[in-house]
């Protein structure tokens, strides 16, 4: 067998085999890396995170954020409960810090592990926008959104590879083109939107579970255009950003508020705090 038929081969290998399942949205997701290896890793970088930052532990602003995270949690394990998955999140060791920084953020690592940066809060400005953020972060955990971009990383690894075997016989000049075009290619037209589709994914999931833990769902599109007026604005075309456009947010946002309270309703929630 060629060196480029076997590359090709394995790559078939990979998509057949390396998947596994959304249970929010039932799509089959990319697997390549195990949560069992993925997992012990994130707990060692999030403690390295925490050990080289200022995490506050003291406070109001340190007791919301660990308020908000345990009741969006606990409304992602009732939701997966309900709906056939008990022992999903088995693995996860929920932790939500605070660090003292001025960085307009917030993140999440595989197993549940959730950092806010103190910058981000006057933007979120109440509970609710700590829920809409925290909810987003949180589907992300739950999504395996991190093991699917390094599972995405690897197959972009081997088709450049195989693309590379296949050139083998061409000249210098062909190779390095390809070479260039490819990284550029696979960015844009692979990578970019594979992000874009799991922020998307993260704000329609974490809408519902910010609902079903009692914060309204409304106020998910007043923090976005509060992002927007934070930021003027401003941002890259759309194509080549890792997010949505933040008009696109905020209509999705509004768009899904309604769903998620149908959803909430569900669980018995039909009061919602700001």
Avoid at 57 to 63: F, S
Avoid at 132 to 140: C, D, F, L, R
Avoid at 173 to 196: H, K, V
């Amino acid at each position: 067998m060629s060196k480029f038929k076997f590359c090709t081969s394995f790559l078939l290998i990979l998509f057949i085999f390396g998947c596994g399942q959304n249970p929010f949205t039932g799509k089959s997701t990319l697997a390549l890396v195990p949560n069992s290896q993925i997992i012990p890793m994130s707990f060692k970088q999030y403690n390295q995170v925490l050990e080289e930052s200022k995490v506050i532990k003291e406070g109001d602003q340190a007791q919301m954020i660990q308020r908000v995270g345990l009741r969006i949690a606990n409304a992602s394990e009732r939701w997966l409960i309900k709906n056939g998955y008990p022992d999903y999140t088995d693995n996860y060791k929920w932790e939500f810090n605070l660090i003292e920084d001025d960085q307009v953020n917030a993140w999440a690592m595989p197993g549940g592990k959730i950092v806010f940066y103190t910058g981000i809060l006057p933007i979120a400005k109440n509970e609710a926008g700590v829920a809409t953020i925290m909810g987003h972060e949180v589907a992300h955990a739950l999504a395996n959104h991190g093991q699917q971009r390094m599972s995405a990383g690897q197959i972009q690894q081997t088709v450049g590879a195989v693309g590379s075997i296949a050139l083998g016989n061409e000249d210098q000049q062909t190779q390095e083109l390809f070479t260039t075009a490819y990284g550029i290619g696979s960015q844009i037209g692979i990578m970019l939107p594979f992000s874009r589709n799991h922020e998307t994914e993260a704000d329609k999931i974490g809408i519902k579970l910010m609902a079903i833990a009692g914060y309204d769902p409304d106020e998910a599109a007043k923090l976005w255009k509060r992002m927007k007026e934070y930021s003027g604005g401003a941002g890259p075309p759309q194509f080549l950003s890792t997010h949505p456009s933040t008009d696109e947010r905020i209509n999705n946002l509004q768009k899904w508020s309604a769903e998620a309270k149908a959803e909430a309703a569900k669980f018995g929630v039909t009061s919602f705090q700001n």
